[in-house]
């Protein structure tokens, strides 16, 4: 029985469709035409936002991790309000420009920049170069992080481990360098007697105090 003849089958891309079966591709109608520009139109205008919207984000991503980054530094069981973004309970510790500890602590903190935080009750303590214990706490005040400056206002008390109080309106600490002024009047108890001045300034790394005058010292029961 002789052999059955070879059959050459066409590759799928060379096969032609029946005649009469060829698909055949519809004109556009006048809806379509309009429906093609109205979404042309549409990715015209909303693609340009999203690109700016994320090109955005981009940009500010690093100074909203930095943002938190600083309000967390130096931190220590404090709680964040969402409402309104303070921190209750707040501390921060750091040490001076001679390696010493200090403290900040406030009863709220809201940072408004990346540098400054405002407080409710602040209290700063640290430790002068003679050994001095310093505390100062006032109703309000300022602390610029970088400068390790707090700046305190309504009743303000300093406090020296001698036994020296000064109360002021508005007084200055300078943490990092360990000094202290107001140029705001000033009334000072301690062993020596009291003292009123008109404002007065942490010299030497605290080991010298200097009152503004003219002032009223009155030691031991006597007037001077």
Do not use: C
Request: net charge positive; charged share 20%.
């Amino acid at each position: 029985m002789p052999p059955a003849p070879l059959k050459l089958i066409p590759p799928p891309g060379d096969r032609q469709a029946p005649r009469g079966q060829e698909r055949r591709r519809a004109a556009p109608t006048p809806e379509r035409t309009a429906r093609r520009r109205w979404m042309v139109m549409i990715a015209k205008r909303v693609l340009p936002v999203v690109a700016l919207a994320l090109l955005t984000a981009v940009a500010l991503w690093p100074e909203i991790t930095r943002d938190v980054a600083n309000t967390r530094l130096g931190l220590h069981g404090g709680a964040m309000v969402p409402e309104s973004g303070q921190l209750t309970q707040a501390r921060y510790n750091g040490v001076d420009t001679s390696n010493r500890p200090y403290t900040v602590t406030a009863d709220t903190a809201r940072q408004t920049t990346p540098d400054r935080i405002d407080l409710t009750a602040p209290v700063g303590d640290m430790t002068l170069a003679n050994g001095t214990w310093l505390r100062g706490e006032g109703s309000q005040g300022v602390y610029m992080q970088q400068a390790g400056q707090l700046d305190l206002s309504g009743n303000v008390t300093l406090y020296r481990d001698d036994g020296i109080t000064l109360q002021t309106d508005t007084a200055t600490l300078d943490i990092k360098q360990g000094a202290a002024a107001t140029d705001a009047m000033v009334h000072v108890e301690g062993p020596f007697g009291t003292l009123d001045a008109q404002g007065f300034t942490v010299l030497d790394n605290g080991t010298l105090i200097r009152f503004h005058g003219p002032g009223r010292l009155l030691l031991n029961g006597q007037s001077k």
